[in-house]
């Protein structure tokens, strides 16, 4: 088992930054992967970023490249989402996962990849 708690989330003006953290705790050891996805009101849950156990590997979608960055402190075990100049669209629940199993670079970016999730956190951006 994993555990993951989320944090950091918070009511912001647009262009405003964030740092989000998760810190896991129980089998860590387990885990091969961890992301962020975020999931606003009326729509499916979306991959924001991923990074490998080892946090030599990461990747972030599109829609934040340039804006948000994912890093890993292994000392504390915890997950960070760095999001900056943040948009109105950027309002969500922001989910950490944990991912136990190895699995191809497209299947990365699904939900159904990951066994372990935090609870969310909420970041409301005002325009």
């Known amino acids: 088992q994993v555990q993951l708690v989320e944090s950091g989330g918070g009511l912001v003006q647009a262009g405003d930054s964030l740092r989000l953290s998760c810190a896991a705790s129980?089998?860590?050891?387990?885990?091969?992967?961890m992301a962020w996805f975020r999931q606003a009101p009326g729509k499916e849950r979306e991959f924001v970023a991923r990074?490998?156990?080892?946090?030599?590997?990461?990747y972030v979608a599109d829609f934040v490249k340039g804006r948000f960055t994912i890093s890993r402190d292994n000392a504390k075990n915890t997950l960070y989402l760095q999001m900056n100049s943040l948009k109105s669209e950027d309002t969500a629940v922001y989910y950490c996962?944990?991912?136990?199993?190895?699995?191809?670079?497209?299947?990365?970016?699904?939900?159904?990849?990951?066994?372990?999730w935090g609870q969310g956190t909420q970041v409301t951006v005002s325009s």
């Open positions: 990074l490998s156990w080892s946090g030599t590997s990461t």
């Open positions: 996962a944990a991912r136990t199993r190895a699995t191809t670079v497209q299947l990365m970016i699904r939900p159904a990849s990951y066994a372990y």
């Open positions: 129980g089998r860590t050891s387990s885990t091969y992967g």
